[in-house]
């Protein structure tokens, strides 16, 4: 579910800040307030990217209302100037009946972006017995001037640790 993914990347990137934040004049800046940027395909082609402030701090339900009224707003063409300017990070999510996964480009000033691919059934092996588990392959993109590897590394590793726990949210 798109909300989760929000949520629980809010929660990381609060743990990993140095995907969060803008690389301005030769330098990273590191952001503490987390703004995503959710990327919303729009009717006639083409994707925009608002920022949803604060996913970190909000509730499941809290989220799925603004993200609902910010896909009516974009698509109905009524978008602040600020939810086009202010994402710290982007999530690209590629949705339902799409591809497994996406290898997302940065959008500057940003210095990381995730990217997510189809959630479906796959095998999957647990206590050693071959099961059907519904999962998503989730991408990182780090700008190495920020960030490296080591980075989106733990942030994915905790962005898998939260997912499987989704009572925690």
Known sequence: DCTEVITTGGIGLQQ?????GHFLDDRPVRI???????GIAL??????APALALPDRLSLTEIMQRLSD???RVRGGRLRSSELTEATVTLSNLGDNSADMVLPVIYPPQVAI???GQIDARPWVVDGTLASRKTAT??????H?????RSAARFLRLLGEILQKPEML
């Open 114 to 116: 995730i990217g997510v």
């Open 32 to 38: 503490a307030e987390v703004k995503m940027g959710i």
């Open 43 to 48: 009717r006639g082609g083409g994707l925009i």
């Open 145 to 149: 001037r920020a960030n490296d590897g």
């Open 16 to 20: 990993v800040p140095e995907l969060n």
């Open 70 to 72: 910010l896909v009516a």
């Open 138 to 143: 989730f991408a990182v993109a780090g700008d």
